[in-house]
């Protein structure tokens, strides 16, 4: 994903692209770690600017091949491994960093989940709304305070293995196993879990 800047003074367009490919009649690349974070334009939340960071880092080659500015940034972000971040921040640095990275994932996750939750809610009956809500209750927290989503990604099975009936939830367990489950539904809700 590309950031672009628009150049021109064409109207109507926005002024700025988010783009696999950029138009480059109208835009220019700006994209770096430091536009991620820093451009509130964007309209996207700390995880998504987060995870684009880290595609823009392997897409130049690595931590080593940015500019000091987006060092830091990707530092201070949790954007790059412990190695990377021991050149620019002591620990305590890091720590102070590490606090905020927490900080900022908890909120962002807590407004996927609601927006998630606002999704389904308004397609379910109350009756159908209650029931996902009690059964994704202790899923959903884990999912908000700590991160837990899937065991594909750390051991853990989570809110996504329960949507997608993986890991302990394997053989319609999960989601599929209630009565209103819809393709439709799941689908909307892991989008919005996904920052989409």
Request: glycine share 8%.
């Amino acid at each position: 994903m590309k950031i672009g800047k628009l150049f021109t003074n064409t109207q109507g367009l926005p002024q700025y692209q988010l783009s696999e490919i950029l138009d480059e009649t109208n835009y220019i690349d700006i994209t770096n770690v430091y536009h991620w974070f820093r451009l509130t334009e964007l309209e996207k939340d700390f995880l998504y600017r987060r995870q684009m960071g880290i595609e823009y880092i392997t897409s130049v080659g690595g931590f080593d091949n940015l500019d000091e500015l987006d060092k830091a940034y990707a530092a201070k972000n949790y954007c790059v491994g412990s190695t990377d971040r021991d050149k620019l921040f002591t620990s305590s640095e890091q720590e102070e960093h590490w606090y905020h990275f927490v900080v900022n994932s908890e909120n962002c996750r807590k407004d996927r989940w609601d927006k998630a939750k606002a999704f389904a809610s308004f397609r379910l009956s109350i009756i159908d709304s209650n029931d996902l809500a009690l059964s994704t209750t202790s899923l959903n927290e884990n999912y908000i305070k700590y991160g837990i989503e899937s065991s594909s990604l750390d051991g853990n099975s989570g809110l996504i293995d329960w949507l997608n009936d993986t890991g302990s939830y394997s053989g319609g367990t999960g989601f599929s196993s209630k009565p209103y489950y819809t393709t439709e539904i799941k689908n909307g809700i892991i989008d919005k879990l996904n920052g989409l």
